[in-house]
């Protein structure tokens, strides 16, 4: 007839039934024969391989006393283990999580040195498509991928065409944006493309839809 085998559960109570049979029925006052504390130290951690344990092992399940010393050692291995699997689970979550920051800091740096404040509030401005004032260009970087354009003292909200061209009037970019005023500037957000610009001197051109183009120096570099 064929008897249910034992559950993991149940196998874990007869384990430990026996556990605590070797503590109790096999008393060793005068510790005759007993392991020194650095073998069973070294059996409970592991650090001594099953075949060089072997011999000790008929004297460890046959005296209450060394195998109480041997348990002790075995539950401090096992809670040491558990420590260090979380210390180095604790170190792992906070590395990934400095890499995480770091990469979004240096993508939110990245785009902060991809955005640049072009200020045309106070620049002399050219009607129609040039040529442009005598005075110093406006400086940008060809990898610039969004400009904050502060327009002239006065320049109302609404939407605007914004475009740059060579000096001899070749387009490089067209695009437009929708101007806000706050805190007395007018500020019109638009995003650009410069990959197809050579580095040299330029024509940046900003109108309200309807009206003229208005233009400034500007050199790419």
């Known amino acids: ?35 020194s504390i650095e073998v069973i130290a070294a059996i409970a951690s592991h650090r001594m391989p099953l075949w060089q344990a072997e011999p000790y092992l008929d004297h460890l399940t046959s005296c209450s006393p060394c195998y109480r010393d041997f348990s002790q050692r075995r539950e401090a291995y096992r809670r040491g283990r558990m420590r260090t699997i979380f210390a ?8 990934a999580a400095v890499a995480t920051w770091a990469v979004v800091r240096r993508q939110k740096d990245a785009q902060i040195a991809r955005t640049v404040v072009v200020d045309l509030s106070n620049r002399s401005a050219v009607r129609g498509a040039g040529p442009v004032p005598a005075e110093p260009p406006l400086e940008i970087a060809r990898n610039v991928s969004h400009l904050d354009i502060y327009l002239p003292l006065g320049s109302s909200d609404g939407s605007y065409d914004v475009r740059i061209s060579t000096a001899k009037g070749e387009p490089l970019f067209a695009g437009e944006g929708v101007a806000k005023v706050q805190q007395g500037i007018t500020s019109l957000p638009v995003d650009v493309d410069l990959s197809s610009a050579s580095p040299g001197l330029h024509v940046l051109q900003v109108r309200k839809i ?12």
């Not at 430990?16 to 005068?30: S, T, V, W, Y």
């Not at 309807?210 to 050199?219: A, C, H, I, V």
Request: aromatic share 8%; with cysteine; proline share 5%.
């Open 88 to 95: 180095v689970a604790a170190s792992v979550l906070i590395v």
């Open 1 to 35: 007839m064929n008897e249910k085998a034992y559950s993991a559960k149940q196998e874990k109570d007869v384990l430990a039934a026996l556990g605590r049979g070797l503590l109790k029925e096999f008393p060793n006052p005068e510790r005759v024969g007993c392991l």
């Open 210 to 221: 309807g009206s003229e183009w208005n233009s400034y120096p500007l050199r790419v570099h």
